[in-house]
C-alpha cells in the first residue's frame, strides 16, 4: 500500500478589506472562429495555467482560427489557450450529420473529457452509431486532444448530455435528458411512455467510458438536467428543471410553470432525496455547485414574482434567482436580481472570498440591480455578492452585437474570465473583428477590489494523497491576525480555530474545499480553496497466475515486480519471466500514483515442461533425463545458489549421478528458447 505524506502551508494577507465599489478591469480579450457560426458552450483553466474552449463549429472549411474542416453539419471544436489567452492549437471532431458539444473537463491524466449531442452514424471521428434521434456522445483525449476513445450513449429517441464530470473513482458521471424508453444503450424507462417529454438520464461510466449503472428520474410532465456535482460522502447532486407535480421520483408539488428541481443520490445512484424551488411563474435552474459550509449554491432564471419559494419580486419579466440550501436541501435564502426586461443566468460559481458571481445574458437598461446600459439589445451581464446574496457589484460585458451563452470561471491569480458567443464586431470590450456570422469570444478581468490581488499565496508539496489519513495545516498570514476559523467539509474535524490544525482526517474519497477565515483588529481576510484536497482510493489488489516460465499480473496503470524485497530492475510489464528460484510479488500503481501489492508467490523453483521428465525423485543421486533438447546446458543448484554440477546435454535422454550429500536441489535445462526448472531431493 502506498502512503504519500502531505504537508502544505497557506499564506494569506490579511489586510484591512474595503467595500468600495469598483468595476472589473479588463486584461485581454480573444475572439475564435471560422468563417460560419461558431458557438463556444464550455471553459476550464487547465493545469498548465492555460485555457480549454469548447463548443460546436458550422464553419465547415479550414478558415479564420480553425484549422480543420469540418466532418458533417456541425462538429465540435475546441481550441487551447495558453495562461495570455493566445491559441496554441484547435482540433475538430464530429460525424457525418449534427455533432454538439456542451460540456467539457480536463481529466486526472492531464487529458479531456468532452461531451454533448450526436446524430451522426459511424464516420469522422465517430467510430459508433446513433440509436436513435440525437444520442450522447463522448469523447477521452490525451493531453494534445488526440482521440483516445469515444463512446456514444442512446435509446430510440432524442438523448442529450448538458454536464459530464470525473469521479472520485477516475471514471465520469454524465448529466442529461432523455425522451427514450427502454431500448439501444438505455435499460431503464422513461416515465412518459409516449416519448413526448425528457426525463433526467444520468449514467456512470468508468475510465475508459464502460457503462457501469444508469438512472433515470421523471415525474408526469418534463425534466431537463443541467447541472450535478459529486458530493462529499461519494454520492451525487444534480440539478434542472421539472414541470411534473408529485408523481414518479418527483415528491414535492409543482408551485408554478417550471420549478428548480434538485435530486441527492447515493454513489450507485441510488435517490436519497429530492426537492423542489420555486415562485408562481416560470423558473429555470442552470447551475448547482458546492459552498464553502458544505450545503450547495443553485442559480438560474425566474419570472416568478413573490410566491411559493420566491420572497423576492422580479424587477421585469425574467430575473437571475440565486437559492442556498443546506446539506440536506433545506432552504436557507433566496436571491433576485435584475432590470426591467430580461434577464435570464446561465451560470454560477463560488469565488474566492466565499462569495457568488452569477453570469448570464441580459436585454435590461440601467434599472434594478443593473448598474450599466447595453450596446446591444441583448449583453452579458455578471454579478457579485457575498456570501449571504448580498450584491456587491455587477458588470455589463459591452459587444455591439448580440451574446449569449456566458459561462464564467475563476482563475488561479482571482481574476475571472468570461466566454460566450457573439455576433459582435470591435467595439465595447471587444477588441478585435468578427471571423463569420458568431465567434467564440474570451473575456479576462481582475476585480480591483479583491483582496486577493497580488496578496495572497498559496504552497504546497501536495495536495493528493492515496487512502485515508490525517492531513496538517498550517496558517501562514500576515499582518498579525489574532484569530482563525478553519473549514473542512468532508475532513474530521469540519472545522477548527487553531492556528495550525493537525489531524485532519479524510474518511472517504473525493475532493474537498479548504476555507481559512483569518482576523487582526482591523478586518478578516477569507481564502476558499475549492478542490484543494483530494483523496484517491487504493487500487485493487493485483493478483498473479503463473504459465511455464511466466508470471502474470492482472491489468493495471503500471507495475514493478519484486525479488524477495528487492524491486527486479527493467521488470515493468504485466508479466515477468522467472530467472531464479525464490518468492516474487508485483505492486501496481494507477493513474493517481496509488499503488497495492500482491500477495507473496513463495518458493517460487520449478517452471515445468510437458515434453521433459526427471526420475526417480526423490532419489539416491542416480537420475534419470528423458526429452532434453540436444546442445542445451544442464546446471543444478544448491539451496544457496552455488552451482554444484554442469554439463552439455549431447543426447535426448541421458544418465546423471549426482555425487552429493541429502538434500533439496534445483535441475536447470537452459538453451536459447528453453528455460526448465525442477526441484530434486537427495535421499541415500
Known amino acids: 500500500m502506498k502512503k504519500i505524506v502531505i504537508a502544505f502551508f497557506i ?18 480579450d480573444y475572439r475564435f472562429g471560422g468563417n460560419m457560426d461558431d458557438m463556444v458552450r464550455a471553459i476550464q483553466q487547465t493545469f498548465d495555467g492555460g485555457y ?3 463548443g460546436n463549429s458550422r464553419s465547415i472549411s479550414v478558415s479564420g482560427d480553425k484549422t480543420q474542416a469540418s466532418w458533417g453539419s456541425d462538429d465540435f471544436w475546441i481550441v487551447k489557450l495558453d495562461s495570455a489567452g493566445i491559441k496554441q492549437w484547435d482540433l475538430d471532431f464530429g460525424g457525418n450529420l449534427f455533432d454538439y458539444l456542451t460540456c467539457l473537463q480536463q481529466t486526472k491524466d492531464n487529458g479531456y473529457i468532452l461531451g454533448g449531442r450526436s446524430n451522426s452514424n459511424i464516420s469522422g471521428n465517430k467510430s459508433q452509431t446513433s440509436w436513435g434521434g440525437f444520442d450522447c456522445w463522448v469523447i477521452k483525449t490525451d493531453s494534445s486532444g488526440n482521440i483516445e476513445w469515444d463512446k456514444d450513449f442512446g435509446g430510440t429517441e432524442g438523448d442529450e448530455i448538458n454536464i459530464i464530470q470525473q469521479t472520485a473513482d477516475g471514471g465520469f458521471v454524465i448529466g442529461g435528458d432523455s425522451y427514450s424508453g427502454i431500448g439501444g444503450d438505455k435499460t431503464v424507462p ?10 433526467f438520464w444520468i449514467i456512470k461510466i468508468d475510465s475508459v467510458g464502460n457503462k457501469q449503472w444508469e ?3 421523471g415525474g408526469d410532465g418534463s425534466e431537463g438536467c443541467s447541472s450535478l456535482v459529486q458530493t462529499f460522502d461519494g454520492g451525487y447532486i444534480f440539478s434542472g428543471t421539472t414541470n411534473s407535480g408529485i408523481s414518479g421520483d418527483k415528491t414535492s408539488a409543482l408551485q408554478g410553470d417550471r420549478d428548480y428541481w434538485i435530486i441527492k443520490t447515493d454513489s450507485l445512484g441510488n435517490k436519497q432525496w429530492d426537492k423542489s424551488f420555486g415562485g408562481t411563474g416560470l423558473d429555470r435552474s ?39 440550501i443546506d446539506s440536506l436541501g433545506n432552504k436557507l435564502w433566496d436571491k433576485d436580481y435584475g432590470g426591467t426586461s430580461y ?45 449571504l446574496g448580498v450584491k456587491e457589484w455587477d458588470r455589463t460585458i459591452l459587444a455591439n452585437g448580440n451574446c449569449q451563452d456566458s459561462r464564467v470561471i475563476q482563475t488561479k491569480d482571482h481574476a475571472f474570465v468570461l466566454v460566450n458567443w457573439t ?67 468532508g475532513g474530521n474535524p469540519s472545522s477548527s480555530t487553531l492556528q495550525n490544525p493537525t489531524g485532519i482526517f479524510y474518511n472517504t474519497y473525493g475532493s474537498f474545499d479548504v476555507t481559512l477565515i483569518a482576523c487582526n483588529a482591523t478586518d478578516c481576510d ?52 522467472i530467472t531464479l528460484p525464490g518468492d516474487y510479488y508485483v505492486v501496481v500503481t494507477d493513474s493517481n500514483g496509488c499503488a497495492a501489492a500482491s500477495q507473496v508467490i513463495t518458493d517460487v523453483d520449478e517452471i515445468t515442461h510437458n515434453r521433459i521428465f526427471v526420475y526417480p525423485n526423490p532419489s539416491n543421486g542416480d537420475l534419470i533425463l528423458k526429452g532434453i533438447p540436444t546442445n542445451s546446458e544442464i546446471n543444478i543448484y544448491d539451496v544457496a545458489g552455488r552451482v554444484i554440477y554442469k554439463d552439455q546435454v549431447k543426447a535426448p535422454d541421458m544418465h546423471l549421478q549426482l555425487n552429493a550429500a541429502d538434500g533439496i536441489y534445483f535441475l536447470e535445462v537452459v538453451s536459447d528458447n528453453l528455460l526448465f526448472r525442477k526441484k530434486i531431493i537427495v535421499n541415500k
Open 52 to 54: 480549454l474552449l469548447g
Open 343 to 387: 434577464d435570464n443566468a446561465e451560470d454560477l460559481i463560488q469565488t474566492s472570498d466565499g462569495g457568488f458571481l452569477m453570469s448570464g445574458r441580459s436585454h435590461s437598461p440601467i434599472s434594478g440591480d443593473k448598474t450599466q446600459n447595453n450596446l446591444s439589445s441583448q449583453q452579458i451581464w455578471i454579478i457579485k455578492t457575498d456570501s
Open 286 to 324: 442552470s447551475a448547482i455547485r458546492h459552498s464553502s459550509d458544505g450545503g450547495y449554491i443553485i442559480g438560474g432564471d425566474s419570472h416568478s414574482g413573490i410566491g411559493g419559494d420566491k420572497s423576492m419580486d422580479t424587477w421585469g419579466s425574467s430575473d437571475f434567482w440565486l437559492v442556498k
Open 215 to 217: 438512472k433515470d428520474f
Open 11 to 28: 499564506f494569506v494577507l490579511v489586510a484591512g478589506l474595503s467595500l468600495a465599489q469598483s468595476p472589473l478591469v479588463k486584461q485581454w
Open 526 to 577: 477569507t481564502l476558499y480553496l475549492p478542490g484543494f484536497i483530494n483523496e484517491f482510493p487504493n487500487p485493487t489488489v493485483p493478483m498473479i497466475t503463473m504459465s511455464n516460465d511466466t508470471l502474470f499480473s492482472t491489468p493495471a496503470y503500471s507495475y514493478q515486480w519484486y525479488f524477495y524485497n528487492s524491486p527486479i530492475n527493467g521488470a515493468t510489464s504485466q508479466y515477468y519471466v
Open 423 to 489: 455576433n459582435a464586431g470591435s467595439g465595447g470590450d471587444k477588441t478585435q473583428p468578427s471571423r463569420g456570422i458568431n465567434d467564440y469570444w474570451i473575456v479576462k478581468f481582475y476585480d480591483t477590489t479583491s483582496v486577493y490581488n497580488n496578496s495572497a499565496s498559496l504552497l504546497s508539496s501536495d495536495t493528493s494523497f492515496c487512502d485515508k489519513q490525517s492531513i496538517d495545516f498550517f496558517d501562514q498570514s500576515t499582518n498579525n491576525p489574532t484569530s482563525w476559523q478553519w473549514f473542512f467539509p
Open 190 to 199: 422513461n416515465w412518459d411512455t409516449t416519448g413526448n417529454t425528457p426525463d
